[in-house]
């Protein structure tokens, strides 16, 4: 191990273990979003299919270069690209730029294929034909082959994979499939087991957003079961629903068919504890929710919500947003990648809900299959007792 490998191996220990006291409180030292410098914009010819060695089509596949630290014999910190356009990822991560003065560091982002510009086929990227390209396998080996590139240039000693959410799951899968190429992986709030069906519990989720809910308010579980219970009461009647749909400021009078996604629209609205100070703070329970999502929800110059535009139901229950990446999303969480996050109102504080019925029809329409994540396991994730349970 190189010493500056060893160094940042150090680096990571005492990232976990030596917090900064400033004022009475714990903090980070870190620099601010807002300075992140502009990247240099660079496209690799990344190869299509990297299983077959007849087909020898390519496509265009964007990255980020921020070099300005870089000094020779420094690693690279290489950002696994996540489900979206690359900006979004590359203005709003702070850890390498941090770390980069300190380690000589070069800093890329990969964009992941099928997402933002790196769309392989252009504009008939998402025809059902097209999407097959679009796996977990495929992604990994388009990261590997950039970093080989990049080091014919650089000359790099040492990559550091990083990412978050589904970033940092492919991160970790990069580690585990490259190991001769990805020295390190920093896989934040990666969920690996849960994403390849390994946990037992899929009201896990749920279950923590209300144990988090109750420590930033002992009476905010309790309200927001109220606010639910009330809905669900109300929308037996139209006047009912049209109290709903006042109180939550919605577009339109929504009516007893669109309950299911009413209640989902307002589930995914939780920033835990500024939302359970608009609940435990309000008049009633409903009008406390209906602040809670319109604290999440509004954007200058919007006069009421409409759920449709803002939730969008598909495979994966926290919504796929709209657009190509939507598209996109949509298709991986029917193949690969598995969220199902139950609730039952009993460990946790909303309606009950089972996802996994709900999502199989979605997914036979979108993919003709009933074949799902549980091969992600298999190839990328195992249960070893004793170590990855």
């Not at 510009?117 to 097209?130: Q, V």
């Not at 969920?191 to 109750?214: E, G, H, R």
């Not at 709903?244 to 609205?269: G, P, W």
């Amino acid at each position: 191990m190189t010493s500056a490998m060893a160094l940042l191996t150090r680096s990571l220990l005492l990232l976990v273990l030596t917090p900064v006291a400033v004022e009475g409180r714990v903090e980070w030292k870190r620099n601010p979003l807002s300075q992140i410098p502009k990247p240099y914009v660079e496209s690799f010819t990344q190869k299509l299919d990297h299983n077959n060695f007849v087909d020898q089509r390519t496509f265009s596949q964007r990255y980020f270069v921020h070099n300005a630290s870089f000094r020779e014999g420094g690693p690279l910190f290489f950002y696994t690209g996540n489900e979206g356009p690359l900006e979004s990822f590359y203005y709003n991560t702070g850890l390498p730029f941090d770390w980069a003065d300190d380690f000589g560091a070069l800093i890329v982002f990969g964009e992941h294929r099928y997402y933002g510009e790196t769309l392989p086929f252009g504009n008939a990227s998402f025809d059902k034909d097209k999407l097959g390209y679009l796996s977990i396998s495929q992604v990994l080996a388009d990261y590997a082959l950039l970093v080989t590139h990049l080091n014919a240039s650089y000359r790099f000693k040492g990559v550091v994979a990083m990412g978050g959410s589904y970033g940092g799951m492919l991160s970790a899968w990069a580690r585990i499939k490259y190991p001769n190429i990805f020295d390190m992986a920093l896989a934040a709030s990666a969920p690996i087991p849960q994403a390849v069906n390994l946990i037992d519990d899929k009201a896990t989720f749920y279950k923590l957003v209300t144990a988090d809910a109750s420590k930033a308010d002992p009476k905010c579980p309790d309200a927001v079961r109220s606010a639910f219970a009330s809905i669900i009461q109300k929308a037996s009647a139209p006047e009912g629903l049209k109290e709903i749909s006042d109180t939550f400021q919605l577009c339109k009078t929504m009516n007893a068919s669109e309950l299911d996604h009413f209640l989902q629209y307002t589930r995914n609205a939780w920033t835990v504890a500024a939302a359970c100070q608009k609940v435990v703070g309000a008049s009633t329970p409903m009008q406390g929710l209906a602040d809670a999502v319109a604290m999440l929800y509004r954007q200058p110059n919007m006069t009421c919500f409409d759920m449709y535009s803002i939730f969008v139901e598909c495979a994966d229950q926290t919504g796929c947003g709209t657009g190509k990446a939507a598209t996109a999303w949509d298709y991986q969480m029917c193949t690969e990648i598995f969220y199902e996050q139950n609730t039952n109102n009993v460990s946790d504080m909303f309606p009950p809900r089972r996802f996994g019925k709900l999502r199989l029809p979605k997914c036979i329409a979108l993919v003709r299959s009933r074949e799902g994540p549980r091969d992600t396991a298999k190839r990328f994730w195992h249960k070893v007792p004793g170590r990855f349970t």
